[in-house]
């Protein structure tokens, strides 16, 4: 049984640009979240997700960041005119369908660096 | 905001010694704590968790205390290994949500030294 996918592992983008990450949970997974982590800190919550619904988004910032979780596919973080405090590891996690745990399994993360 | 910290940023032990990281949390309202590992380039993987109505849970090698009078967590690690070397975080429950919605400590590096 595959674990959390995300890809790319490492996203390299100049200021301005746009990043997009994308995350496919765990085989019965439904619900998706984010978290970012900058160098030497913990894990910050982004964004929850299910199917085609934001649930919660209290941790993302207001301008140049939005996530979907479209029926079919996978969860997408996008951020749009990249800037330096934005290079971070994007972590996805995922938890089962209909549980609504709060035991998350992460992905390997996506490292964005914008130069 | 309130938020879950660290005692200890780095800790370094011998292998078999006995390992404790320790946590302190500020939300009372926590009813959810879990311990996290992260080697090097990968993401968080699940150690073990407890709900406020235990004091108490043990796993393979891994112990975990909480302590809710002094809003304490520490996690115990039989016989370390070094494979065990990596940074640990403990995690709570944000804001009494069912879900996912976690506030992270810190963190704190274990060392294990052959």
């Known amino acids: 049984n595959a674990g959390v996918m995300q890809n790319p592992r490492h996203l390299v983008r100049r200021r301005g640009q746009e990043a997009r990450l994308r995350c496919s949970p765990m085989?019965?997974?439904?619900?998706v979240y984010w978290y970012r982590q900058l160098p030497e800190e913990g894990l910050k919550f982004m964004v929850y997700l299910q199917k085609e619904n934001i649930i919660d988004e209290s941790g993302m910032p207001k301008e140049r960041f939005s996530a979907e979780f479209p029926k079919e596919g996978p969860s997408i973080l996008r951020i749009q005119q990249v800037v330096r405090g934005d290079s971070a590891a994007y972590f996805c996690a995922s938890s089962p369908r209909g549980d609504g745990s709060q035991t998350l399994y992460f992905g390997p993360g996506t490292r964005l660096t914008v130069t | 905001g309130e938020s879950v910290g660290l005692h200890l940023p780095t800790l370094s032990v011998q292998e078999g010694d006995n390992s404790i990281i320790n946590c302190a949390y500020s939300?009372?309202?926590?009813?959810?704590f879990i311990w996290y590992k992260q080697e090097s380039g990968k993401g968080p993987q699940f150690i073990i968790d407890i709900r406020s109505n235990m004091d108490k849970r043990q796993g393979q090698r891994v112990t975990v205390l909480l302590n809710k009078t002094v809003k304490h967590l520490s996690l115990q690690i039989a016989a370390t290994q070094p494979g065990d070397s990596a940074v640990y975080f403990c995690a709570e429950n944000a804001g009494g949500t069912s879900y996912g919605k976690l506030t992270f400590g810190q963190g704190t590096i274990l060392t294990v030294h052959p």
């Open positions: 085989k019965g997974h439904s619900h």
């Open positions: 939300n009372s309202a926590s009813d959810y």
